[in-house]
Structures are given as structure tokens and as C-alpha cells.
């Protein structure tokens, strides 16, 4: 197997999309976990052995057509660590990973992909928008719980005029997908009517405006390889 074809994933919001673009074409199987540096060697090539995860586009097809199903492996550096998060994904059909790992599915309430406080699933277009549902990652219930938290504890602080700016520039780091852009919309809301409670004016809140959509990002060229070295140097300094 060529060793290129282990990347890593540095970006959270790279590994979002491209985990949306995998349950989008099938691969709604899922089963996640951690691994550390030391064994994420033997992880990639224990998958590779059982579930061909590094196959080439043609060889996918070909699998398809004979109805069996594909499964991928995404691997992602999302805290600068010792250790990956790992994504095994796969389709309907027949396969290893249906027999040996505990998939879930990404579609059903029970079984979706979470990343770093978000979770991927489907949610109803409005009917201007033409109907049906789509595919999104949005906050979970804790994740905006903790924000609320967040922004009331800024809000009576002392030094709340010191500390508001790097709040609101924290919460404009959030992924702009469409349901987290309303999540991040209903959060300022809810600062600007604690600001004006505590007796400030909110115009002096430093808001940026609306938090622009995601940009589709590039796949980067860096491997595994390249963070295991990464690592090392980390560690022998």
C-alpha cells in the first residue's frame, strides 16, 4: 500500500466536510475512536488488511457494481497531540466491518458522527429553499449550553469590556455550516440582550456581522508519516 495514501486531516473544519461528503455518498456506517502515535502504524495497516480501506476511485466502482460495499479511514490530528482521531466509514453491502466492528448509522438519532462538540445529520429544507432535507453539521445540546455559560460568566465579569472581544472572537471560529450560522446568530443574540441587561449599550459589542459560510477546503498532502515525524521531533527537543 502506498504510504501517501494515509493522510492526516489538521483542519476540524476539513475533517467536517469531508465526513459530510462521505455520508452523502453512501457512507453512513460508522465507528470512531482514538489512537495513539505509537500505534497508529498497526491501526492503518490492521484496517487496510481487514477492510481495504486505501482503495483507488476505479477500484471502489468496481466493488460497487459487484454490490459489495467500500469502507474509508479518516484520520485526523484535531488537538496537536500524541494521539488521532480515527473515522472508519462504510456503505450498505456486504463487507468485513458490517461482521466484525460495531457500526452506527450516521442517519438515525442515535448513531451520528460527532467532531469536537458538533454532530452531523439531516435537517428539513424550508419550503423557500425548495423542500426536503440536507445533510449539516450543527452544535449539540451541550456544546450551546456551554456557550450561553460562557457568555453570561463574561457578561457579569469586572472585566467583562476586556474579555467581551475574545469571546465573540472565539465564538466567530465556529464552523459556518448552515445550521451552526443560525447557532452562532441565536448566540450573539443572546450576548447583545445580556450586554444591554447588565446596562451597556450594545452597539460598543464588537460583532463582526453574520458568520460567513465554510469555503469548500483543499485536501492537504500531508500524511501520516509526516505527523509521525512531526511528532518525534516534538518529542526529542
Same mark, same amino acid.
Given at each position: !500500500?502506498?504510504?501517501r495514501?494515509?493522510q492526516?486531516?489538521?483542519y476540524?473544519?476539513?475533517?467536517?466536510?469531508?465526513?459530510?461528503?462521505?455520508?452523502r #455518498?453512501?457512507?453512513? #456506517?460508522?465507528?470512531?475512536?482514538?489512537?495513539?502515535?505509537?500505534?497508529?502504524?498497526?491501526?492503518c495497516e490492521?484496517?487496510?488488511?481487514?477492510?481495504?480501506?486505501?482503495? /483507488?476511485? /476505479?477500484?471502489?466502482?468496481?466493488?460497487?457494481?459487484?454490490?459489495?460495499? /467500500?469502507?474509508?479511514? !479518516?484520520?485526523?490530528d484535531?488537538e @496537536?497531540?500524541?494521539?488521532?482521531?480515527?473515522?472508519? !466509514?462504510?456503505?450498505?453491502?456486504?463487507?468485513?466491518a458490517?461482521?466484525?466492528? /460495531?457500526?452506527?448509522?450516521?442517519?438515525?438519532?442515535?448513531?451520528r458522527?460527532?467532531v469536537?462538540?458538533?454532530?452531523?445529520? @439531516?435537517? +428539513?429544507?424550508?419550503?423557500?429553499?425548495?423542500?426536503?432535507? @440536507?445533510?449539516?453539521?450543527?452544535?449539540?445540546?451541550?456544546?450551546?449550553r456551554?456557550?450561553?455559560?460562557?457568555i453570561?460568566?463574561?457578561?457579569?465579569?469586572?472585566r467583562?469590556?476586556?474579555?467581551?472581544?475574545?469571546?465573540?472572537?472565539?465564538?466567530?471560529q465556529? +464552523?459556518?455550516f448552515?445550521t451552526?450560522?443560525?447557532?452562532?446568530g441565536?448566540?450573539v443574540?443572546?450576548?447583545?440582550?445580556?450586554?444591554? @441587561?447588565s446596562?451597556?449599550?450594545?452597539e460598543?459589542?464588537p460583532? +463582526?456581522?453574520?458568520? +460567513?459560510?465554510?469555503?469548500? !477546503?483543499?485536501?492537504e498532502?500531508?500524511?501520516l508519516?509526516?505527523?509521525?515525524?512531526? #511528532?518525534?521531533?516534538? #518529542?526529542?527537543?
Amino acid at each position: !500500500m502506498s504510504e501517501r495514501k494515509r493522510q492526516v486531516i489538521r483542519y476540524k473544519t476539513l475533517l467536517m466536510q469531508r465526513l459530510l461528503d462521505l455520508v452523502r #455518498h453512501g457512507y453512513h #456506517h460508522h465507528v470512531s475512536g482514538v489512537v495513539s502515535a505509537g500505534r497508529a502504524q498497526a491501526l492503518c495497516e490492521k484496517f487496510e488488511e481487514r477492510y481495504d480501506v486505501f482503495l /483507488n476511485m /476505479n477500484q471502489r466502482a468496481y466493488r460497487k457494481a459487484l454490490g459489495k460495499a /467500500n469502507a474509508r479511514l !479518516m484520520l485526523a490530528d484535531l488537538e @496537536r497531540g500524541d494521539s488521532l482521531h480515527w473515522f472508519l !466509514m462504510v456503505t450498505d453491502g456486504e463487507h468485513a466491518a458490517h461482521r466484525l466492528e /460495531n457500526l452506527k448509522d450516521a442517519l438515525a438519532h442515535g448513531g451520528r458522527v460527532h467532531v469536537s462538540g458538533y454532530e452531523l445529520l @439531516r435537517l +428539513p429544507h424550508s419550503k423557500a429553499a425548495g423542500g426536503g432535507v @440536507r445533510l449539516t453539521w450543527r452544535m449539540t445540546t451541550e456544546t450551546e449550553r456551554q456557550w450561553r455559560f460562557q457568555i453570561r460568566s463574561t457578561v457579569r465579569s469586572r472585566r467583562a469590556d476586556d474579555l467581551v472581544a475574545g469571546l465573540v472572537r472565539s465564538l466567530y471560529q465556529t +464552523p459556518g455550516f448552515h445550521t451552526t450560522r443560525y447557532q452562532v446568530g441565536k448566540l450573539v443574540a443572546f450576548l447583545s440582550a445580556e450586554w444591554e @441587561r447588565s446596562g451597556r449599550k450594545v452597539e460598543t459589542l464588537p460583532l +463582526p456581522g453574520a458568520l +460567513p459560510y465554510v469555503r469548500r !477546503m483543499a485536501d492537504e498532502d500531508f500524511t501520516l508519516d509526516d505527523w509521525l515525524a512531526g #511528532h518525534a521531533a516534538r #518529542h526529542d527537543n
